[in-house]
């Protein structure tokens, strides 16, 4: 841990005339900007609920609350990972912010696996798409667009944990570091592979033995892909190769990270309640 942590304020800036760091202002103004777009989603979503056309799809028959839950609640742990990254590179630690932001993006690629797998559920299985349907065109964009929005995310916290090995002396930052992006997300492509698979056996098998026969007869190879990709990480690219220019001053940007991540959070537990919780109250 640097001797320097505490002598940083991470939440007021002298040097602006509002006291608030110039990224973390325009982190603020942006979420307001898209607070104000997904509530415009949401709202077109109600206005259809409290009038559905007639003869249009049933909410209670397409959606599966069971396993959007599971996947709510990995996104909120997502968020407690967050929050525990921007305080440990509040402190100086940067190793445990890197871990945090790793299990961050995991959780995120699961959330992501989960609704591509819901996606493809709802068009071939409940014949729901974009088009043929004003509960559809309603639920694709709104999901949709927050979908996007926790991709963009995973691809900054993919970014910003491979930034945190920068070491200070090295000049070709990016060359440098070019293959540890790229396994990082070759790691996540195979466990959002693997996360399709796992759902998939679980929602086609009657037991979980079955389950799991079929899906390590389906998914092992990306399994594999997986372990000797994050093995690659933790063993080869996280090793120490100097002093890393990347510490407690750098705090701002994982908070302006973590204030977009929380954003993405509290706005799908928003969607979460009006469009599944709604349909069953």
Known sequence: ???????????????????????????????????????????????????PPAGGLEPKIVFSPELTSFSTFILLMSSLMMALAVTAIQKGNVKSCRWSLLTTIFFGMIFLGCQVYEFN????????????????????????????????????????????????????????????????????????????????????????????????ADEWIYCVIGLIAYGLLAFHFAKPRGAVQFTEANAIDVEGMGLYWHFVDIVWIVIFTAVYLLEYL
């Open 121 to 216: 559920h709802f068009v071939h299985e409940k014949h729901m798409t974009l088009s043929n349907s004003l509960l559809g065109t309603t639920f694709y964009t709104l999901t949709g667009t927050h979908g996007c929005h926790v991709a963009i995310g995973v691809l900054w916290l993919g970014l910003m944990y491979v930034r945190s090995f920068k070491v200070a002396s090295n000049t070709s930052w990016f060359s440098s570091q070019l293959l540890h992006t790229i396994t990082l997300f070759g790691a996540l492509l195979a466990s959002l592979k693997v996360t399709l698979g796992l759902v998939h056996a679980l929602q086609t098998t009657p037991t979980y033995g079955e389950a799991f026969h079929h899906f390590m």
């Open 1 to 51: 841990m640097s001797s320097h942590a505490g002598t940083i304020d991470h939440h007021h800036d002298p040097s602006t005339s509002t006291g608030i760091p110039n990224k973390k202002l325009l982190m603020w103004t942006f979420l307001a900007s898209d607070c104000m777009f997904f509530g415009a989603l949401i709202s077109t979503h109600l206005i259809y609920r409290l009038h």
